[in-house]
T-cell receptor, first 113, second 117 residues
Framework: DSGVTQTPKHLITATGQRVTLRCSPR?????VYWYQQSLDQGLQFLIQYYNGEERAKGNILERFSAQQFPDLHSELNLSSLELGDSALYFCASSTRGAYYGYTFGSGTRLTVV | AQKVTQAQTEISVVEKEDVTLDCVYE???????LFWYKQPPSGELVFLIR??????QNEISGRYSWNFQKSTSSFNFTITASQVVDSAVYFCAPPPGNSNSGYALNFGKGTSLLVTP
């Protein structure tokens, strides 16, 4: 157990729907990073939050949004889902920043049908 | 642009063979560090090592070792006496901080290692 908890582990939904992925970082970690991993795009950085504030954005679509709550858990919201959004979504957390590496959660596998 | 290159897309070895995964980092920085992560078939991403370029000694952890070669800007990862459980995709990642990702790590496609019995 890495200490980073992601729920749900699997999610199947239809096109056009909206889903929320949840991440609880390791105890004490203030930074949360979201990644998308698909076969064609590889592991893509989406967005980072630090202590409740957005810190950096990567290749995140406008249909996607995220937030980090006061208890430091984070949610990634995916809306108007398309078939191409099917992927593994990872959350990672860090104590001292990305320069010292992350701890990843086990991921949420999203299947859009 | 600074980036890492893992030229080996897929490697297949027989158990007990040694295998080296290559990672080349193009940079003008004189000192830097790189990361290695492992993603086994179960899917989770596991942090293996963060290594500084100025560390001249090889890093060894059990059957794993990492070697910086400044002359070729490479940070190679060697698995000695490979085992089936070593089958995974291995990612080498450059330091964070480029203009696209802020302070996040960027990962390439990785090298897929298959160890067969």
């Amino acid at each position: 157990d890495s200490g980073v908890t992601q729920t749900p582990k699997h999610l199947i939904t239809a096109t056009g729907q909206r889903v929320t992925l949840r991440c609880s970082p390791r105890s004490g970690d203030l930074s949360v990073y979201w990644y998308q991993q698909s076969l064609d795009q590889g592991l893509q950085f989406l967005i980072q939050y630090y202590n409740g504030e957005e810190r950096a954005k990567g290749n995140i679509l406008e249909r996607f949004s995220a937030q980090q709550f006061p208890d430091l858990h984070s949610e990634l919201n995916l809306s108007s889902l398309e078939l191409g959004d099917s992927a593994l979504y990872f959350c990672a957390s860090s104590t001292r920043g990305a320069y010292y590496g992350y701890t990843f959660g086990s991921g949420t596998r999203l299947t859009v049908v | 642009a600074q980036k890492v290159t893992q030229a080996q897309t897929e490697i297949s070895v027989v158990e007990k063979e040694d295998v080296t995964l290559d990672c080349v980092y193009e940079t003008r920085d004189t000192t830097y560090y790189l990361f290695w992560y492992k993603q086994p078939p179960s899917g989770e991403l596991v942090f293996l090592i963060r290594r500084n370029s100025f560390d001249e000694q090889n890093e060894i952890s059990g059957r794993y070792s990492w070697n910086f070669q400044k002359s070729t800007s490479s940070f190679n990862f060697t698995i000695t006496a490979s085992q089936v459980v070593d089958s995974a995709v291995y990612f080498c990642a450059p330091p964070p901080g480029n203009s696209n990702s802020g302070y996040a790590l960027n990962f390439g496609k990785g090298t897929s290692l298959l160890v067969t019995p």
